[in-house]
């Protein structure tokens, strides 16, 4: 079975820093597309940041140039380095994960809230 274990939010200033890391772990083959999600209170889920097996990265178009998706294939991690952070970026952020395994398809972080004060 395969579990994602996110870490790193928390409470920061406007204009702070956050990491959030997720790993994942089980009986796994490998690991396609990982990505970032958050959802705001009252608002629907939305893509942040996305990098495939190739290590292709995309981004919404309201954290580029201040956030930063990186992957650890040897240890089946993803983190999300979050810059200059707003009022807007918070939100429960959510890992995500295309995993090969015994079951494969994609597994989803328990959520980790990440609250910017003005």
């Known amino acids: 079975q395969v579990q994602l274990v996110e870490s790193g939010g928390g409470l920061v200033q406007a204009g702070g820093s956050l990491r959030l890391s997720c790993a994942a772990s089980?009986?796994?083959?490998?690991?396609?597309?990982m990505a970032w999600y958050r959802q705001a209170p009252g608002k629907q889920r939305e893509l942040v940041a996305t990098?495939?097996?190739?290590?292709?990265?995309t981004y919404a178009d309201s954290v580029k140039g201040r956030f930063t998706i990186s992957r650890d294939n040897a240890k089946n991690m993803v983190d999300l380095q979050m810059n200059s952070l707003k009022p807007e970026d918070t939100a429960v952020y959510y890992c995500?994960?295309?995993?090969?395994?015994?079951?494969?398809?994609?597994?989803w972080g328990q959520g980790t809230q990440v609250t910017v004060s003005s």
């Open positions: 990098i495939t097996s190739g290590s292709r990265i």
């Open positions: 089980g009986n796994i083959r490998r690991i396609n597309d």
């Open positions: 995500a994960l295309d995993v090969v395994a015994a079951v494969t398809g994609r597994f």
